[in-house]
């Protein structure tokens, strides 16, 4: 049945990736390695695997990707079929920077992401382009194990400068760290921190204490602030935004116990990092969380300043599930992304363990529109699924157009609640590799990719039966969710 909300117009429908998960073409043009070319495939049950050296008779699913670096005027067209007027993306720092301490921008890289932006400026699509998506030179990780160092942020600084002068008339939306606040666990100590300098072996061993995870997030806020005021100043048709991993939580039971437990853990997991990057200012609860925790963070002079000066425009955000907290013995975990939480009897679950709750994302755009009161935007919704190609080629993935609707519903009654949400960009249109298992058959796509595990495949598109259901959302403006 037809919704009886309705979304602005102008709204943003799209579809998001990053590149280390889709372009492939790892040593290209010039392309250093990045961490994730350091990172093996595994699955549910068997975490990635690390290697110092990249040998040449192991499978590292995101050297080739899903080819994106030569396919990408089919798939910006296959997007452009479905109505997109936004696409998310991001730069692999490795392609403008090789090494991330270059003296001189590598050129191929460069004009890569110029044929893009065109590309999709060619088909109405606005850009939305993230500047750290889980990557960085590996060469970064080596010398200085990521953003436990200080020296990241002029390095990242200089990446920025130069890809928002370059690209200054192509891209108006930028977002700094994606899911930024992933930074205060190990699984973001791999992606979004790399502090795994000397590292090998399961991803799921390496060992990071909350002093370097939260030295490396100050570093990384000092970052997105600098940046964010470089952009302000010099470029003011630039819209900022951050981006965090939203895991809503709810308390496990009534207990007041588990309630206050809750709001610790939404105050450390989902408001710490947003509270620095909206607000421009570390929350009144950082200190006594700092002082229990054994944090002592080495801020320095003009720091503060900084992160003051960048507040972003526009807050954005992933939503996949929701999870529980409780203090009680007996609680059952589930899995999630980037973290584990409690599971919950009134949810399913997907084949990954990621529970499904659309209405948990209208609550959690009432509750930071309530915090914030700034444009936002869902920049990643998505489910992974095995899909099966049948016979005559066609893959009925009824699961996905379910859980596509029904955001799209819990979107519309948070439009209509008040909240002034601007955009959707659904993760992963086009099928490529999962960030958390590098796995291809972790499906979220519309578009089907013919690559398998085990490296094989065509590399083939082909549209499944949720390229049509979005195609038709889009063009009726939400009200055929
Ligand atoms: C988000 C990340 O956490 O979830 C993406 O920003 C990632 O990079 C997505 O791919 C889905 O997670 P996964 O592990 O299923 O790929």
């Excluded at 044929?115 to 960085?136: N, Q």
């Excluded at 470029?235 to 809503?248: H, S, V």
């Excluded at 893959?395 to 948070?414: C, F, N, P, T, W």
């Excluded at 099928?431 to 590399?459: Q, W």
Aim: proline residues 4%; glycine residues 10%.
């Amino acid at each position: 049945a037809n919704s009886t909300v309705s979304f602005p117009e102008g709204f943003y429908w799209g579809g998001a990736t990053a590149a280390n998960q889709l372009e492939g073409a790892w040593n290209v043009d010039g392309r250093g390695p990045s961490v994730d070319d350091h990172f093996m495939g595994g699955s549910y049950e068997k975490p990635r695997e690390i290697t110092l050296e990249i040998h040449p008779d192991k499978l590292y699913p995101n050297h080739d990707g899903i080819d994106f670096y030569h396919r990408y005027e089919e798939d910006i067209a296959l997007f452009a079929e479905m109505g997109f007027n936004m696409f998310r993306m991001s730069i692999a720092w490795s392609r403008i920077f090789p090494n991330g301490d270059d003296a001189q921008p590598n050129e191929a890289g460069l004009a890569f992401y110029d044929r893009v932006f065109d590309c999709c400026r060619e088909h109405g699509i606005e850009p939305l382009v993230t500047l750290s998506h889980y990557e960085m030179p590996y060469h970064l990780v080596e010398k200085y194990n990521g953003w436990e160092s200080r020296k990241l942020i002029d390095l990242f600084e200089r990446y920025c400068a130069t890809v928002f002068d370059r690209y200054q008339d192509k891209v108006t939306y930028w977002l700094t760290f994606n899911e930024i606040n992933c930074g205060t666990s190990r699984m973001g100590a791999l992606f979004e921190t790399s502090m795994i300098r000397g590292f090998e072996g399961p991803a799921s061993e390496v060992k990071v204490t909350p002093q370097q995870c939260y030295q490396a997030l100050h570093h990384q806020f000092v970052a997105s602030g600098r940046v964010v005021k470089l952009a302000h100043e010099k470029y003011p048709q630039f819209k900022m935004g951050n981006m965090d991993c939203f895991i809503l939580s709810y308390a496990a039971t009534c207990d007041p116990e588990d309630v206050f437990a809750n709001q610790q853990e939404m105050n450390r997991m989902n408001w710490y990092c947003s509270d620095v990057q909206v607000r421009g200012a570390y929350p009144f609860y950082a200190k006594r969380y700092w002082a229990e925790n054994g944090i002592e963070l080495d801020i320095r002079e003009g720091d503060l300043e900084d992160i003051a000066a960048g507040k972003v425009d526009f807050y954005t955000f992933s939503y996949y599930m929701s999870s529980t907290v409780g203090t009680h013995a007996d609680q059952e975990t589930t899995q999630g992304n980037m973290t584990f939480g409690g599971k919950n009897p009134y949810l399913k679950s997907t084949d990954w363990g990621w529970q499904i709750d659309p209405l948990g994302l209208r609550v959690a755009l009432n509750e930071i529109y309530a915090r914030y009161e700034i444009p936002l935007m869902v920049v990643e919704n998505g489910m992974g699924a095995y899909d099966t190609v049948e016979e005559d080629g066609s893959i009925h993935d009824q699961y996905r157009i379910d859980y596509l609707k029904s955001h799209v519903r819990a979107m519309g009654e948070a439009i209509a609640d008040g909240v002034d949400l601007v955009g959707y960009t659904w993760w992963g249109p086009i099928d490529l590799v999962s960030a958390g298992t590098g796995e291809m058959r972790k499906r979220y796509g519309f578009i089907h990719v013919d690559k398998h595990d085990d490296g094989t495949g065509t590399y083939e598109r082909r549209r499944k039966d949720s390229f049509f259901a979005y195609q038709k959302i889009i063009k009726s403006n939400g009200a055929e969710g």
